[in-house]
Every structure is written in structure tokens, then in C-alpha cells.
């Protein structure tokens, strides 16, 4: 008897991994001797994770997370509020 396969993720579910694995390689190349990442190339890459969350919570109503999306929103803005204040 051969065990039950794991349901694969979806298309959105691994785009939006991906987004998020950029964005950890991107905060981790400064501890590793790299160069600093754009504020607004991260800002830029949460904003379209969080368009995916969007588009995921359409079609599976118990992916509704609006506190995960309140954070992702207050951590855009703390981006781009730190990117006007740089000199």
C-alpha cells in the first residue's frame, strides 16, 4: 500500500514564495559582505507578494489573513518612509 500523495502547491502559492525568498536573499547579502538593496526594489517586491495574497484569498476564502496584510502594509511603508528620509 503506497502512502497518499501531498497535495502540490498552486501557481500562486509558489510566486509568491519566490518573492519572498528574493526578498530574503536581497536583506541578507549586506550581512554577507554585499551591496545594500534598494528600499524601493524591496518595497516593490512586497507590494506584488502582497498582490498575490490578494489574488490567493479570491479564490480560497480561508486565506483571508487581513492582520498578515496590515503588517506587510506597515512594513511598505517603513520602506519608503526610510528611503525619503536617506540622504
Same mark, same amino acid.
Do not use: N
Given at each position: 500500500?503506497?502512502?497518499?500523495?501531498r497535495p502540490r502547491p498552486d501557481a500562486l502559492t509558489i510566486v509568491?514564495?519566490?518573492l519572498l525568498a528574493v526578498v530574503?536573499? +536581497?536583506l541578507l547579502l549586506p550581512l554577507l559582505g554585499?551591496? &545594500?538593496?534598494s528600499p524601493y #526594489?524591496?518595497?516593490?517586491l512586497l507590494v506584488a507578494r502582497l498582490g498575490v495574497q490578494f489574488l490567493r484569498a479570491r479564490?480560497?476564502?480561508? +486565506?483571508?489573513?487581513p492582520a498578515s496584510w496590515a503588517l506587510d &502594509?506597515?512594513?511598505?511603508? #517603513?520602506l519608503f518612509y526610510s528611503a525619503s528620509n536617506r540622504s
Open positions: 500500500m503506497t502512502p497518499p500523495e509568491s514564495f519566490a530574503a536573499v +536581497l554585499g551591496p &545594500l538593496p #526594489l524591496v518595497a516593490l479564490r480560497d476564502p480561508a +486565506l483571508r489573513r &502594509l506597515i512594513l511598505i511603508g #517603513l
